[in-house]
């Protein structure tokens, strides 16, 4: 079976519920893991918008959230998820707002696609002191024994 990962919060490829947003309350979605492989020491979460800051004409790549070292025992997020409820193993990286944390949705224009990747590690990674994504994803290479992918729409109402 194939690494799946799920949201109770909202369907893949459908419209994040404005609670999720800067036009809300700005909390992460729930979230859901199954099928990790064996070998799974840890997993990451990268959330990210390639549709910045127009879908019509993207030039980057937002970053929302970044975790890393969830333990392997782990299989679920919840929503509004905070620091302290996050395992004490759990670390987080910066986004794009330079800060660490949930930072939701919040589209300039036109409908984004929000990513929510899961990945499973064959290792526990050291602490890279609030790692970019560009940093982690470095870290991570050749340590991913499988990867999960969620997406979340959103549009800011006119």
Excluded at 18 to 23: E, G, I, P, Q, V
Excluded at 74 to 100: F, H
Excluded at 102 to 121: D, E, V
Excluded at 122 to 128: K, N, T
């Amino acid at each position: 079976m194939a690494m799946q990962l799920t949201s109770p919060s909202f369907e893949n490829q459908k419209r994040m519920a404005r609670k999720f947003t800067c036009d809300g309350e700005d909390i992460s979605p729930a979230l859901a893991w199954s099928g990790a492989p064996e070998g799974t020491l840890s997993f990451a979460l990268i959330v990210d918008d390639p549709d910045a800051p127009d879908p019509a004409n993207p030039k980057m790549t937002w970053v929302h959230w970044i975790l890393y070292n969830i333990p392997s025992t782990v299989n679920a997020l919840p929503e509004g998820a905070k620091d302290e409820e996050l395992s004490p193993e759990t670390l987080q990286g910066l986004n794009d707002w330079k800060k660490t944390g949930y930072g939701g949705p919040c589209p300039p224009i036109g409908q984004h696609r929000y990513f929510h990747k899961l990945y499973a590690l064959d290792i526990v990674l050291p602490d890279l002191s609030s790692p970019t994504k560009a940093k982690l994803e470095q870290a991570m290479g050749g340590h991913i024994l499988s990867m999960a992918e969620l997406v979340g729409l959103y549009q800011r109402d006119q």
